[in-house]
């Protein structure tokens, strides 16, 4: 298995020589490199979000109308309140915290983990484990 630190290290020895010889696309590729790793395995694994689509399941936000006449708002804000209704019921703070940071604020697993100070292999099973929970609960929604 390899050292993480020694890869940290590694990677922040290249990106310095990068700024040494002024290749500032390599310096953003060496920065951006451990989110596209993410991404890539995200995709491996085949997650999406609650906002995207797959053949064989549905958007949890799929649920939510889009037309803008008077019984649809209603119907919007109803379903809305029930989802944020079972979101408070049944998730912790910390989930609600990785729920909200990887669907409304674009946040990847890296990142959240450092704010919720888990890895980010368990923030990422968090979140699967939270799109579940939600996806049984407002299944008949």
């Keep these: 298995m390899v050292d993480l630190k020694k890869v940290e290290q590694r990677r922040e020895e290249a990106i310095q020589r990068a700024v040494l010889t002024d290749d500032w696309k390599k310096v953003d590729n060496l920065l951006n490199q451990s989110y596209e790793n993410l991404c890539r395995k995200d995709r ?7 906002d995207s689509s797959s053949i064989d399941k549905g958007s949890l936000l799929d649920t939510i109308a889009d037309d803008s006449d ?7 804000k109803e379903e809305i309140a029930i989802i944020n209704d079972a979101i408070e019921r049944l998730l912790s703070d910390r989930d609600k ?11 990847s697993f890296l990142h959240l983990a450092k704010e919720v100070r888990l890895t ?22």
């Design 44 to 50: 491996s694994y085949g997650l999406c979000s609650l």
């Design 70 to 76: 008077a019984l649809s708002l209603l119907i919007k």
């Design 97 to 107: 915290k990785i729920l909200f940071g990887v669907v409304f604020e674009n946040k």
């Design 120 to 141: 980010d292999k368990t923030v990422k099973r968090h979140y699967e484990r939270i799109v579940e929970i939600l996806r049984k609960e407002l299944k008949n929604l």
